[in-house]
């Protein structure tokens, strides 16, 4: 697989953004975002998937069977990018929806066999893109960047 890398254009263009000089946290965290989502779109790709619907299979592969409401506050995501999610791996054959026994209102999410299957690609897709994210890091780099990224995180939930 060709991962595509940014152009020498590209390298440049952050002296060309006043964003870089006046706001260097956010552009920072808008350029990483980027970056990060488009290499992982397209390792996920190579498993069918799209960003964002390996975070929802990971959940069921930790526990199966929750509920949209369940998955929606344990990813921190909103109700309508859950239920599109979920729509998709339904169409695509990787989970299935039933109603509960209990309240016919809420609907379960559960893996199919084939949703399953898919782990081990995922859990290859994930353990690469991590391997590129931190290529030139440290082992202290890596646990800075994470206790770092869990304030922002922070700030930002308040």
Same mark, same amino acid.
């Given at each position: ?9 590209s =390298? %440049? ?8 000089t006046?706001?260097?946290v956010?552009f ?12 992982a ?6 498993a069918?998937?799209y ?14 069977s ?18 599109k999610?979920?729509?998709?791996l ?19 999410v ?6 399953r299957?898919? =782990? ?12 590129? %994210? ?5 082992? =202290?780099?890596?646990?800075?960047f994470?206790?770092?990224?869990k ?8």
């Amino acid at each position: 697989m060709t991962l595509l890398k940014p152009s020498d254009k590209s =390298e %440049t263009i952050e002296d060309e953004i006043s964003a870089v000089t006046h706001f260097p946290v956010n552009f920072s965290i808008f350029s990483l975002a980027r970056s990060h989502h488009r290499i992982a779109g397209q390792l996920l790709r190579e498993a069918g998937l799209y960003p964002g619907q390996e975070l929802v299979l990971m959940q069921l592969w930790h526990r199966d069977s929750q509920s949209q409401n369940d998955l929606t506050k344990s990813l921190r995501l909103d109700h309508s990018t859950i239920a599109k999610s979920v729509r998709r791996l339904e169409t695509s054959g990787l989970v299935s929806c039933n109603r509960s026994e209990v309240d016919k209102r809420v609907t379960i999410v559960s893996l199919t066999q084939e949703g399953r299957d898919i =782990e081990t690609r995922v859990d290859q897709a994930w353990r690469k893109l991590e391997e590129i %994210t931190t290529e030139h890091l440290s082992a =202290e780099e890596k646990v800075q960047f994470a206790v770092l990224a869990k304030k922002i995180a922070a700030n930002l939930e308040k």
